[in-house]
């Protein structure tokens, strides 16, 4: 079955400081890989995705993650983190048409 | 600016009451989906449509939930009778099947219920 884990419930930085959000992957086939972010109250947003190519993508507001087929990782990233960037952070598999969600990591950015 | 519509954003019931939240999806998105989002469970599938035809449902309580989308302008969830255990932020997202976007999901605001 597809699936992805997210290890951590939680991630705190300081606010300039390099930023890593883990997910790991267990796929059949070639992974299509998602990362989307939660606001409080609202709906989740897509961020960037991997189908194929560069192992590195590049997204919204400044984040990129990184694919990894040895580890089976798709760790999303930032160079210097924003309070702005706090929020829920949630890796995806798709699967036929659907994405399967991991449990999400609640990111913490402090002053 | 294109987005996902849904309806109520905020609803308290009682137990055993009829409740239907709508959504209405971007034009021109042919998969819609619905999902529930509890502390304890995260983000749930509950079921979705291609094209207007339900392609799988399994998420759902099959005794209580239906979900239809009467047009490609409207799709509903409902729960009759509704139960506490039901309470949770219900979420439509719609996309395209195919292209360069597949995958790129576009997230209502939610419906968030409260059953008393």
């Known amino acids: 079955a597809q699936s992805v884990a997210q290890p951590e419930d939680q991630v705190n930085v300081a606010e300039g400081n390099p930023l890593t959000v883990k997910c790991t992957y267990s796929?059949?086939?070639?992974?299509?890989l998602f990362w989307y972010v939660q606001y409080p109250n609202r709906g989740l947003q897509f961020l960037l995705k991997y189908i194929t190519g560069d192992n590195l993508v590049k997204g919204s507001y400044g984040f990129e993650a990184e694919f990894n087929k040895s580890q089976t990782s798709f760790h999303l990233k930032k160079p210097s983190a924003l309070v702005s960037d706090s929020a829920l952070y949630f890796c995806?598999?798709?699967?036929?048409?659907?994405?399967?969600f991991g449990t999400g990591t609640r990111l913490q950015v402090f002053p | 600016d294109a987005r996902v519509t849904q309806t109520p954003r905020d609803k308290v019931t009682e137990m055993g009451q009829e409740v239907t939240m709508r959504c209405q999806p971007i034009?021109?998105?042919?998969?819609v989906f619905w999902y529930r989002q509890t502390m304890m469970q995260g983000l749930e599938l509950l079921a979705y449509f291609r094209n207007r035809a339900p392609l799988d449902d399994s998420g759902m309580p099959k005794d209580r939930f239906s979900a239809e989308m009467p047009d490609a302008t409207l799709a509903t969830l409902k729960i009759q009778p509704s139960e506490p255990r039901d309470s949770a932020v219900y979420f439509c997202?719609?996309?395209?099947?195919?292209?360069?976007?597949?995958?790129?999901?576009?997230f209502g605001e939610g419906s968030r219920l409260t059953v008393l």
């Open positions: 995806a598999v798709r699967y036929t048409d659907k994405l399967i």
């Open positions: 997202a719609s996309g395209l099947a195919e292209g360069p976007n597949t995958g790129e999901l576009f």
């Open positions: 034009l021109g998105h042919n998969t």
């Open positions: 796929v059949s086939g070639n992974p299509y």
